[in-house]
C-alpha cells in the first residue's frame, strides 16, 4: 500500500466500490477490480490473488443483505456453499499448472449465449418455476463443477450459476441472485484458500478494495431486492456482452492470435 499513490488508492477503492454494486446484482465484478488492478501496476498473479481476497467482501456482503430479506437461507445452503468451495479450491490448484487458453477461447461465445438467453426469453422473472433437476443432483454436480470454473478461471462464475439456477432449478430471477451470491462466496473461498497459500495476495491492497466491495455489494444487493427482474435481467445482458467484448478486445485473446489478428 504505500508503493501506491493517493490517487491510485483512491481509483481502486472507487473501482471495488462500483464492482460490488454490479457483481451483487448481476455478477462479473472481476472486469472491473482486474483491470483497474493491472492499470494501478499490480503484477498479473499478484492481482488475480488479491482479486480473490477483495472479492469475498463483496459475495459475502451481498448473501448477508439478501439473507437478512429472506431471500435465502444461508444455513440449508450451507452444504452447496462448501461444495462450490471445494470446487473452486480444486479448480484453483489445477490453474496453478495447466494453461487456460482453451477456457478463455471459449468464454466470450459462453458468455454471448447466456445474455441471447436471458435477453430473448420472455418468461425470466422473479416467479420460481418447475425444477428440470432436483437440489440433491443440482447440489452434487452443477454447483461444483461452476466452482471449479471460478477457480481455475473465474470471469463469468455468477452468469453461470445464475443461469443454472433459473433454467435447471427453476428459481425467479431475485432468488436465483440471491443464492448465486453465496455460492460465489463459497467458491471465491476456496479459489482464494489455495491462491494464498501460494503466497501471492496482497493484503493489504485487497483489504482496502474489499471494504469498497461490501459498501458497493451492499448497496447494489438493496437496490436489486427493491426493482428485482426489472433491473437484474437487463443488467445481466449487459455485463454478459461487456464482459464478452472485452475478452475479445484483449489482442493476446486466444482467438485473435489463432485467427491472426
Not at 437478512?68 to 479450491?89: E, F, N
Not at 445474455?115 to 425470466?124: D, E, Q
Not at 458497493?216 to 443488467?235: C, D, H, N, Y
Amino acid at each position: 500500500m504505500h508503493d501506491l499513490a493517493f490517487h491510485l488508492i483512491l481509483f481502486l477503492f472507487l473501482a471495488a466500490f462500483i464492482a460490488g454494486f454490479i457483481d451483487s446484482i448481476a455478477g462479473g465484478g472481476g472486469m472491473i477490480t482486474v483491470p483497474a488492478m493491472l492499470l494501478a501496476g499490480l503484477p498479473p498473479l499478484e492481482t488475480l490473488g488479491t482479486n480473490k481476497l477483495q472479492s469475498l467482501f463483496g459475495s459475502g456482503s451481498a448473501s448477508l443483505a439478501y439473507a437478512r430479506a429472506g431471500h435465502v437461507d444461508l444455513k440449508s445452503q450451507l452444504p452447496m456453499a462448501l461444495l462450490s468451495l471445494a470446487g473452486g479450491a480444486v479448480g484453483a490448484m489445477v490453474a496453478t499448472v495447466v494453461p487456460g487458453d482453451v477456457l478463455r477461447a471459449v468464454l466470450p461465445f459462453l458468455l454471448i449465449g447466456i445474455a441471447l438467453y436471458f435477453a430473448l426469453k420472455p418468461n425470466v422473472a422473479d416467479l420460481d418455476r418447475t425444477q428440470r433437476i432436483t437440489p440433491f443432483v443440482f447440489g452434487l454436480t452443477i454447483v461444483p463443477a461452476i466452482g471449479f470454473y471460478d477457480g481455475i478461471f473465474g470471469p463469468g462464475t455468477g452468469s453461470f450459476f445464475m443461469l443454472a439456477f433459473i433454467a435447471l432449478a427453476g428459481f425467479g430471477i431475485l432468488k436465483a441472485t440471491a443464492h448465486t451470491k453465496l455460492l460465489n462466496f463459497g467458491s471465491n473461498i476456496g479459489g482464494f484458500l489455495v491462491l494464498a497459500w501460494y503466497g501471492v495476495v496482497l493484503w493489504k491492497v485487497g483489504l482496502m478494495m474489499g471494504v469498497g466491495q461490501f459498501a458497493g455489494a451492499q448497496v447494489g444487493s438493496r437496490f436489486a431486492m427493491k426493482r428485482g427482474a426489472k433491473i437484474i435481467k437487463p443488467l445481466l445482458v449487459i455485463t454478459c456482452i461487456a464482459l464478452a467484448i472485452r475478452l475479445l478486445a484483449d489482442p493476446a485473446h486466444p482467438v485473435r492470435l489463432w485467427l491472426g489478428f
